[in-house]
């Protein structure tokens, strides 16, 4: 008889010890991509609780398992890898990863099928501080002339060759930290505050509708710990 209630108490341990564990562990939603909309095909996301690594799909898209506490990290040959730690109530994940500096990071992203479409991410062109001093530049107007083909300044205004203007401007869309800003705005920021530049021109702009019609110039500013 005690043998029979000693085994009957480990089964319910297991089973009720099982299903508390199971209770802790949910399922999160995430996407992946680049330039903000680009979708990342096959891109690896690493759970540090399970060690489980799976790909993104055709969309950018993941689902997977995570305990409270957990942390993601994501990384794709010839992007920079992102790690995202998740909090409690977080239920979505969107991870916009960074092309690598140099025309070989382009061709991996295309080469290895991470971008599926290779005309929209070679109408991208990206300069960083770490390719370019900034510092060296008086301002922004200096610092973006000369350094994309086809792009110019005129009259304060960033035009970007190849584009069809809808409008009575030909000035490109500025976006500042994911804002749109004032093309004036490049009157008053200091090169030195800025990270990155990316430049998007053709068919790549119309992922910003007619706002991009003119080609669209992103900048990325400093944060306190770059």
């Known amino acids: 008889m005690k043998t029979n ?30 330039f903000d909309s680009i979708a990342v095909i096959g891109a690896d996301v690493w759970v540090k609780s399970s060690k489980t690594v799976i790909k993104t799909d055709t969309l950018g898209r993941f689902k997977v398992a995570v305990l409270p506490g957990d942390k993601l990290k994501i990384s794709a040959r ?26 070989k990071s382009r061709e991996y992203a295309i080469g290895y099928g991470y971008v599926k479409d290779g005309e929209k991410l070679n109408a991208v062109a990206q300069m960083t501080d770490d390719d370019v001093d900034f510092a060296q530049y008086s301002n922004m107007y200096d610092l973006i002339r000369g350094r994309f083909a086809g792009v110019q300044v005129a009259g304060g205004e960033i035009i970007i060759r190849g584009v069809n203007s809808i409008n009575s401007s030909s000035a490109a869309l500025i976006v500042v930290d994911g804002i749109t800003v004032d093309g004036s705005i490049l009157g008053v920021l200091s090169p030195v505050q800025v990270k990155s530049i990316n430049v998007i ?19 990325e500013t400093k944060r306190g710990n770059d």
């Open 78 to 103: 010839g992007f920079v890898s992102r790690s995202v730690k998740l909090e409690d109530n977080t239920k979505i994940v969107a991870v916009n990863l960074k092309l690598k500096p140099g025309d």
């Open 201 to 219: 021109k053709d068919g790549g702009a119309a992922i910003y509708g007619s706002r991009g019609a003119n080609g669209v110039v992103i900048i």
């Open 5 to 34: 209630l000693f085994t009957l108490f480990v089964v319910l341990f297991f089973v009720f010890g099982s299903a508390g564990v199971s209770a802790q562990e949910r399922y999160i939603d995430g996407i992946v991509t680049t």
